[in-house]
């Protein structure tokens, strides 16, 4: 089976960054498209960015495209997610997902870690 378990969150002002690193364990890990999701209290759990398992395909929200960037690296079975120009309504827990086929939705993920805290202040 394939774990997954991020790390980065934490505390940040509006305007500020943050850089969130997902690290993947499991033989076949490389083979998956991956992604981030974020959900705020009371609210439903979105898709954030989006990679294919080549890394020749990245995907983003309407929400943060132009200032968060997806990315992985195979060899280190990690996957990173660089936030930068934070604002008040990025603060959610980020988690990150797996999956055997790319796919936007929540619903067709596979795999999710357990999830990191992102505070953005204003």
């Known amino acids: 089976q394939v774990q997954l378990v991020e790390s980065g969150g934490g505390l940040v002002q509006a305007g500020g960054s943050l850089r969130l690193s997902c690290a993947a364990s499991?033989?076949?890990?490389?083979?998956?498209?991956m992604g981030w999701f974020r959900q705020a209290p009371g609210k439903e759990r979105e898709f954030v960015a989006g990679?294919?398992?080549?890394?020749?395909?990245?995907d983003l929200a309407d929400s943060v495209k132009g200032r968060f960037t997806i990315s992985r690296d195979n060899t280190k079975n990690t996957m990173y997610l660089q936030m930068n120009s934070l604002k008040p309504e990025d603060t959610a827990v980020y988690y990150c997902?797996?999956?055997?086929?790319?796919?936007?939705?929540?619903?067709?993920?596979?795999?999710w870690g357990k999830g990191t805290l992102v505070t953005v202040s204003s």
């Open positions: 499991g033989r076949t890990v490389s083979n998956y498209a």
């Open positions: 997902a797996g999956a055997v086929r790319y796919s936007r939705f929540a619903d067709e993920m596979d795999y």
């Open positions: 990679v294919t398992w080549s890394g020749g395909y990245t």
